[in-house]
C-alpha cells in the first residue's frame, strides 16, 4: 500500500520528469463510521471507535467527543470514558523505556516522584485554571469509573505531559536542573557544560502552503511526530475533540494519556505544530507545550492573534512550533494589498525567554551558510516549513547539535523544500492528498526518505495532513509491533471531516 506509492514518488520528486500527480497515490481512507462505545453518566460526552474499510490497524483509533458543560466535567469524562487506558498507556510507555522487574519498578517508581517533582514546583505554575480543573477531573471520573491506583489518573497526565516536554536528548536535561538550582542569572553568567551531542534524534517536522501554490489559494499543513517508537501505545490511538465553553472547539491527534496537542486542528481553522530543537537555554518554568497547544486553539481565530497568546505565554525547552490559519490565507487571497498579518503560517524557534518568528521567505533563512560556500536554508513564497534545526542567530548560538549540509534535520528540511518546488514545476496544485505526500516523504522512516520499507526503520509514530480552511484532517499513526512495526507514515490515513465533530 503506502510503501509502494512513496517509492514511486522518489521518479518524479528526485529526477524532475514525472508528473506529481502520475507518481504519487497515498493511501487516504473515507471513515464510513464512528461506531458508539461509550458515553458519560451526567453530559452528551462520547466515546466512539473509527471505521475504515482496508486500514491496517490492529486495533481501531477512538474519538472522544467532550461536550461537558464545565472544564472540569469535560476533564471528567476524559477520565471515566478512558479510564483503564489511561494507566495501561502510562504504564506500557514506561515499560517500553525501563524494562520490566523490580530494578525497573524501583526506578519507575523514583522517575515519577522525580517528574511529579517538576511539575508541582515549575511546569504547573503557568497553567491556567481551566486546564488544573480539566486535570482535576480526570482524576474524579477514573475514579467514579471504578480505577483503583495509588497514583491518580491526573497525576499520570500531569506526568505524561512532563515527559513529553523533556529536551530530545535525555542528557540536556542537565540545563533545566541547573537553571532551577542555580537560577537564570547563573547560567547568563557563566559558559555551560558541553555534553556529547548525538548525530541522529529527534526527527519531527512540518510544513503549511498557501495561495498559489494550492488548490483554489487554501492552506494546507502537515505534521510528523518522531518519537519513541513501538511502545505500545499505538493500540491507544485517539482523537480527542474537545468543546471549551465560551471559546473554539478543536482536536487534537494521538494518543490516550498524552493529554494535550500533539497535533490539532480547531474549528476556525487553526493548526498547532512542533518539533524538538535541542537547545541549552532551557527551562521547565514555563507552560508546558502539550497545552499550551490547545490554548492557542481555543483562544485564536487569526495568526496575528496566535502569535499575541504566544508572546504573552513564557517557553519551556527547546522547540520549533508553527501555527497555520484558514482565515489568514482567505484574506491573503481575498485582500492582498490590504493584509496586515504576519502570514496564513508562523514558524517559531523556542528557547528559555526567547522566541523568533518566521514566515514565507524569510531572508535570515535564506542567508544561512555552512563555511560560507553552502546554504543551509532555501525558503520560497507562500509556504513555511521545519524540521529540527533552527535560522535565527541566536538559536543557532545555542543550538545543542552540529548543523551541517549532511545533517539529518537539514536533509529533511531540503525534501520539504524540494516537494513543494516540484508541485509548482509541474503545475499540480496542493491539496489534502499532495499535502500527505509532502508529509508522508519527510516523516522519519529510515534510511530511505521516497520508500517505505518492509522493516522496522524510523521512528514515526503519528503523520498528519491537514485542509484547515475545509476543516478535512488524515491522520495515521504507528501499526504493528516488533517485527511487524511500520511507521505512520507507511500506513493508513484515516482522512475525516472535523466540521461534524465539531458541530453544536
Not at 21 to 44: G, H, I, M, Q, Y
Not at 45 to 59: E, F, H, I, R, V
Not at 405 to 412: D, F, G, Q
Not at 429 to 445: C, Y
Amino acid at each position: 500500500m503506502m510503501g509502494k506509492v512513496v517509492a514511486l514518488v522518489t521518479v518524479g520528486l528526485l529526477a524532475g520528469t514525472v508528473a506529481a500527480e502520475a507518481a504519487f497515490s497515498p493511501s487516504l481512507l473515507d471513515v464510513s463510521e464512528c461506531k458508539l462505545l461509550a458515553t458519560a453518566p451526567k453530559s452528551n460526552s462520547s466515546l466512539c471507535a473509527l471505521l475504515a474499510p482496508g486500514q491496517n490497524y490492529q486495533t481501531h483509533a477512538l474519538v472522544i467527543n467532550l461536550r461537558g458543560d464545565t472544564r472540569y466535567q469535560q476533564g471528567f469524562d476524559y477520565g471515566y470514558l478512558l479510564s483503564d487506558h489511561i494507566f495501561e498507556v502510562y504504564n506500557t510507555f514506561l515499560a517500553s523505556l525501563l524494562g520490566t522487574g523490580v530494578v525497573a519498578d524501583a526506578i519507575k517508581l523514583a522517575l515519577g516522584e522525580a517528574l511529579d517533582w517538576q511539575w508541582n514546583d515549575y511546569l504547573s505554575q503557568e497553567l491556567p485554571a481551566d486546564f488544573v480543573q480539566e486535570i482535576e477531573g480526570i482524576s474524579a471520573g477514573a475514579e467514579a469509573a471504578g480505577a483503583k491506583h495509588l497514583v491518580k489518573a491526573g497525576t499520570l497526565i500531569t506526568r505524561t505531559i512532563a515527559l513529553a516536554n523533556l529536551p530530545g536528548d535525555l542528557k540536556d536535561v542537565v540545563y533545566i536542573l541547573l537553571r532551577e538550582f542555580k537560577g537564570p542569572e547563573w547560567m547568563l553568567g557563566n559558559n555551560l557544560p558541553v555534553l556529547e551531542k548525538p548525530a541522529r534524534s529527534g526527527h519531527c517536522s512540518m510544513f503549511a502552503a498557501w495561495g498559489s501554490r494550492t488548490e483554489t489559494a487554501k492552506l494546507f499543513a502537515g505534521r510528523n511526530l518522531d518519537w519513541n517508537k513501538d511502545s505500545g501505545i499505538n493500540s491507544y490511538k485517539l482523537v480527542a475533540v474537545h468543546h471549551p465553553p465560551g471559546k473554539a472547539a478543536h482536536a487534537t491527534f494521538g494518543f490516550v494519556g498524552l493529554y494535550g496537542a500533539l497535533a490539532g486542528m480547531s474549528e476556525h481553522g487553526i493548526t498547532v505544530h512542533e518539533a524538538n530543537l535541542e537547545e541549552n537555554e532551557i527551562t521547565f518554568g514555563g507552560f508546558p507545550w502539550l497545552l499550551r497547544l490547545r490554548y492557542i486553539m481555543e483562544n485564536a481565530k487569526t495568526c496575528t492573534e496566535a502569535k499575541e497568546l504566544w508572546k504573552a505565554t513564557n517557553n519551556t525547552v527547546g522547540f520549533n512550533h508553527m501555527v497555520s490559519c484558514a482565515a489568514d490565507a482567505a484574506q491573503v487571497h481575498a485582500n492582498p494589498k490590504t493584509y496586515a498579518g504576519p502570514g496564513p503560517a508562523v514558524a517559531m524557534e523556542t528557547m528559555f525567554n526567547y522566541t523568533a518568528y518566521f514566515t514565507a521567505n524569510d531572508p535570515r533563512e535564506a542567508n544561512m551558510m555552512y563555511n560560507n560556500t553552502i546554504h543551509l536554508g532555501a525558503p520560497t513564497t507562500e509556504a513555511v516549513w521545519r524540521t529540527n534545526h533552527g535560522y535565527d542567530p541566536l538559536i543557532r548560538k545555542h543550538f545543542e547539535w552540529s548543523l551541517t549540509p549532511s545533517a539529518w534535520s537539514v536533509e529533511r528540511y531540503f525534501f520539504i523544500e524540494k516537494a513543494i518546488k516540484e508541485y509548482a514545476v509541474v503545475g499540480k496544485p496542493i491539496g489534502l492528498l499532495e499535502t500527505a505526500n509532502i508529509t508522508a516523504i519527510v516523516g522519519d522512516k529510515g534510511k530511505h526518505a521516497y520508500q517505505c520499507q518492509n522493516n522496522t526503520d524510523g521512528s514515526n509514530i503519528l503523520s498528519v495532513a491537514f485542509a484547515p480552511t475545509d476543516l478535512h484532517v488524515a491522520v495515521a499513526w504507528e501499526s504493528g509491533a516488533k517485527d511487524s512495526w511500520r511507521p505512520a507514515c507507511c500506513s493508513s490515513y484515516l482522512k475525516l471531516d472535523l466540521s461534524t465533530y465539531f458541530a453544536a
